[in-house]
């Protein structure tokens, strides 16, 4: 838990911050020193422009941070809304949106993003459009769930019969206790979607060069791969260790929401 | 013992089901491919078709039409395996990814048991030594594997074992050049090499399998170890683990024969899962490994921002998530003499 | 007199969970004899499950420690066997039963194949080869099946558990205990998820069976009517100790503990069997974490004196074959 939230604590600062805290210029070609492995002076060595990997990286991660973010903050509450409305009002309504909803579940996450963003065009926002088709289900699923169990309480009852309108008790008692599983799954998720983002920038779908990108980067390395690994493995290595970071966070979360550990 | 009673109307209701989704998803890729994008015949077309060219397009997708009017010509072409000509290609998008089906699906099938190889015996393992050693490990493997990039995988894999150890073969691909593939039978070439008792070829084939169905294994390793241990961990402490224990039941018997089985249950639903997974990873895998599957065709068409390749690719996966749903369906009625009631 | 099968002797047992440390069992003697059926009389959560389990080395571990006493079983004690020697006792020395039979049977096989199994661990443990004789152990499994009244053995042994209803669950149940002739059989409130009419008939069963197989019975559970029907010896425990043991005749006729006495008189007179409201006793089962001191029950005691707080009383006999745990009957 620890090593997570530091870690997303100093990637926070490297996002906000980076772009002037780079050692060198991110789009400064020096063919005097290409290929340069890792080193002091090139914490993450240099690329078959001369580049400096780190800096590249740096500059590359409000891009990823934005996308992820983007991604699965809209896809919560597009989810979330429809999903709880779904659970809650039931019925015939409920049970044509389960089927919508194994529809988009059915095809290949990453697939769906490839299909929509090759529809839309190159570009950051086609990147998070694209993602948020198949992004969304999950959410509505979850906050279905937990409509349909909260629909039966007594305290949703004793507010039906008060008369207070569908809608109102679904934004002000509903959603809100449904909080915690939708918060935990989307921080998981987070560095799910960043992945994502970062696959369909390998494809060369996303942001376009010059703008650095830690999946184009991978991509871009691989032709360097036997002579100057440090090219491609190691944006493939940062894309990995945030991942990993959000995923100790939620499992952290996961944890500490669990009521088998609470005193 | 399987009892046949109930177990066919089960599987029939399943198929119907299926149907509907499918039928879902084919809406959906026609909303994509001809009523989301503002030009679909120019897109289709391609980049360099003449004007002429569109308009021919424009006729034959009825686009002046009605929607429901262009779904149904939509669903017919489809059905025919008119499935439009990839602009990037040249080649009919159907043919091509028939071609390169077999390969997708040796890869995919070869991912899946090895995951099962290692995922099961790894969620056993965790479970039986909750939170000692064992249990640490297999968490940091499956944390590893969700939350890898799948280039990363595949290209440490190659790098490692193909350049630095020299352990597996030269050339990418699924067999060695100096090798004649064996007869088509299935298009899977360790099954097709085992049939016409070709031992050099399967040996290749298999050599080139393992890593990238290993690169692919690695990202859903994780999943199916934690739902292992997950449900092995709930059948341990359960009330019949409780009573064949009071039975005399040797702890061997208990853990493999009763509490492994009763924890097949949530790992074989999740197959759909894996499957979904393991075909949006080949997309990347089957590139960087030059497998030449659907997945590696998919990525080549997306960097040529080539729609209609991408959408055959789109329907052929999400038939083949489909199809492992009834799978598992089918295999949990299996296991699970309870659920041929539902 | 012959040796007893089991002679449980100041026994106590520890669990140490996240609420604290609590004492399940506190100085428990317990004793029976060859073919007897002593009855194990509480209200749920006064330890009388973790008695049963201690006797078979299931408790739960870590959490569970046995921290002084000894359970002996035909000479050995239990307590100081490894886990693989216990293992060759379970099924066939001791077995068990238990209160819920849909949850304690394995939903994926058929009763059959569970049948066979402790049919097949009987057989191997008397040293016959059990790969060649399938039909010798599918003509036992049906004669058991039989011998618990299952209709239709032949076809019922394809079933699975949840095709049937609980009292044929619960038959099963008592075929696997018996199948292997065990010395001892523990039954844990084997008939508290039945409706009446299906206790009586698996009560008879069991009665009738043990006596047949020359076993002796711990028959556990919560309600006083149920163990009157069985049981030729009672032991009433409250809070982790036993406070009052006699002949089930003498309990009824004569019931010396407070608590004893209590329990009786919530109990209906009525020819009907009715589960005893034990809700009829001001105060309620206290909290194994806080065991009041001296003796336990003093809170909700008509009779208690000045001296319960602080002595906890010892089992003494009263007459032959009766004893109590209770200040009133210390002789000076």
């Known amino acids: 838990m620890a090593v997570g939230i530091s870690f997303i604590v100093t990637s926070i600062a490297v996002v906000i911050f980076g772009n002037s805290l780079v050692p060198y210029d991110p789009t400064q070609v020096n063919m005097m020193a290409t290929f340069q492995a890792p080193s002091l002076q090139h914490f993450f060595g240099t690329d078959n422009l001369g580049r400096d990997v780190f800096s590249r990286c740096v500059v590359a991660s409000p891009v990823d941070a934005e996308i992820g973010f983007s991604i699965v903050l809209i896809s919560v509450f597009i989810g979330t809304f429809l999903g709880s409305c779904s659970g809650y009002i039931g019925g015939k309504v409920d049970e044509t949106f389960m089927r919508i909803t194994d529809v988009f579940i059915a095809i290949p996450t990453l697939v769906l993003a490839v299909v929509v963003a090759v529809a839309l065009g190159p570009g950051i926002e086609h990147v998070i459009e694209a993602n948020l088709v198949g992004w969304w289900p999950v959410y509505a699923r979850l906050a279905r769930a937990g409509a349909l169990s909260l629909k039966e309480s007594q305290f949703i009852e004793s507010a039906k019969v008060a008369g207070i309108s569908r809608y109102k008790i679904i934004l002000k008692h509903i959603i809100p206790n449904n909080f915690s599983p939708i918060l935990v799954y989307a921080t998981l998720d987070i560095g799910n979607a960043i992945l994502y983002a970062s696959v369909l920038s390998y494809l060369g779908l996303g942001a376009q060069p010059p703008q650095a990108e830690w999946g184009r980067m991978v991509y871009d390395g691989q032709v360097y791969l036997v002579n100057a690994w440090w090219i491609s493995i190691i944006p493939g290595l940062v894309i990995f260790a945030v991942a990993l970071a959000f995923n100790l966070l939620g499992d952290a979360l996961r944890d500490a929401f669990d009521p088998r550990y609470r005193k | 013992m399987v009892r046949p009673r109930g177990l066919v109307g089960f599987i029939a209701r399943r198929i119907v089901l299926s149907v509907g989704v499918l039928f879902g998803v084919i809406f959906i890729t026609f909303f994509i491919s001809r009523v989301a994008i503002p030009d679909p015949a120019r897109v289709w077309a391609g980049p360099r078709a003449s004007a002429a060219a569109i308009a021919a397009l424009t006729v034959r997708f009825h686009l002046a039409d009605p929607i429901f009017v262009q779904f149904y010509y939509y669903l017919v072409d489809l059905l025919h395996g008119d499935w439009s000509v990839s602009p990037s290609s040249g080649q009919p998008v159907f043919t091509s990814i028939a071609n390169y089906l077999p390969a997708t699906v040796e890869l995919t099938i070869a991912a899946i048991i090895l995951t099962a190889l290692i995922g099961i015996p790894l969620g056993v393992l965790a479970a039986t030594n909750k939170d000692k050693a064992a249990d640490h490990v297999c968490r940091l493997v499956s944390l590893s594997g969700v939350a890898s990039p799948p280039f990363l995988a595949a290209l440490l894999l190659q790098l490692i074992f193909f350049y630095y150890l020299k352990v597996f073969p030269d050339s990418g691909g699924r067999i060695s050049l100096a090798v004649t593939p064996p007869p088509y039978v299935t298009g899977l070439y360790t099954v097709d090499s085992l049939i016409a008792g070709d031992w050099p070829a399967f040996v290749s084939a298999v050599q080139h399998l393992i890593l990238p169905s290993f690169a692919l294994a690695f990202l859903i390793l994780g999943l199916m170890s934690r739902l292992v241990r997950a449900s092995m961990l709930e059948a341990l402490t359960s009330d019949y683990v409780r009573t064949l224990k009071a039975k005399g039941l040797s702890r061997r018997l208990v853990i493999y024969k009763h509490a492994l089985r009763n924890s097949m249950t949530q790992p074989v639903t999740a197959l759909s899962l894996y499957v979904a997974y393991t075909l949006g990873g080949s997309v990347v895998i089957e590139s960087i490994f030059s497998w030449p599957g659907v997945g590696r065709y998919a990525a080549q068409a997306a960097q040529s921002f080539d729609l209609p390749a991408v959408m055959g690719t789109t329907i052929v996966f999400t038939l083949g998530v489909v199809f492992a749903n009834l799978a598992a369906d089918i295999l949990l009625a299996v296991i699970d003499p309870r659920i041929r009631l539902r | ?332």
């Open chain 3, 1 to 332: 007199m012959t040796e007893p099968v089991l002679q449980v002797h100041d026994l106590s047992v520890v669990f140490q969970t996240f609420e604290g440390r609590y004492n399940a069992l506190n100085n428990i003697d317990v004793t029976i004899n060859e073919s007897e059926i002593v009855g194990l009389v509480g209200e749920s959560g006064c330890g009388k499950s973790t008695l049963a389990l201690a006797v078979m080395g299931l408790l739960p571990r870590p959490h569970a420690k046995v921290p002084s006493g000894s359970i002996t079983f035909r000479g050995t004690n239990l307590l100081s066997y490894t886990e693989k020697e216990m293992e060759k006792v379970r099924g066939t020395d001791i077995s068990m039963i238990f209160q819920e039979p849909l949850t304690s049977l394995d939903p994926l096989f058929t009763i059959g194949d569970q049948l066979s199994e402790t049919i097949r661990i009987k057989l191997q443990r008397t040293g016959e080869n059990v790969r060649w004789n399938a039909g010798k152990v599918r003509a036992e499994v049906v004669n058991w099946m039989k011998r618990v009244d299952l209709a239709d053995p032949e076809s019922a042994m394809e079933r699975y558990p949840h095709e049937f209803s609980g009292g044929m669950r619960q038959r099963v149940m008592i075929a696997m205990a018996l199948a292997a002739e065990p010395r001892l059989m523990l039954a844990d409130e084997p008939t508290s998820a039945l409706d009446v009419t299906t206790q009586v008939q698996i009560l008879r069963l069991v009665k009738s069976l043990v006596s047949e197989v020359k076993a002796s019975v711990l028959f556990i559970s919560h309600d006083l009517a149920v163990v009157a029907q069985i049981a030729d010896k009672v032991a009433v425990m409250y809070a982790g100790m036993i406070v009052e043991e006699a002949s089930v005749n003498e309990i009824f006729e004569n019931p010396l503990h407070p608590y004893t006495q209590a329990l009786l008189n919530s109990f209906p007179k009525e020819k009907e069997v009715k589960k005893s409201r034990l809700e009829s006793i001001p105060g309620s089962v206290p909290n194994l974490t806080h065991i009041p001191t001296g003796c336990p029950f003093h809170p909700r005691c008509g009779f208690a004196k000045e001296i319960c707080p602080s002595a906890k009383p010892e089992l003494r006999e009263t007459s032959a074959g009766h004893k109590v745990a209770c200040v009133l009957y210390d002789q000076p």
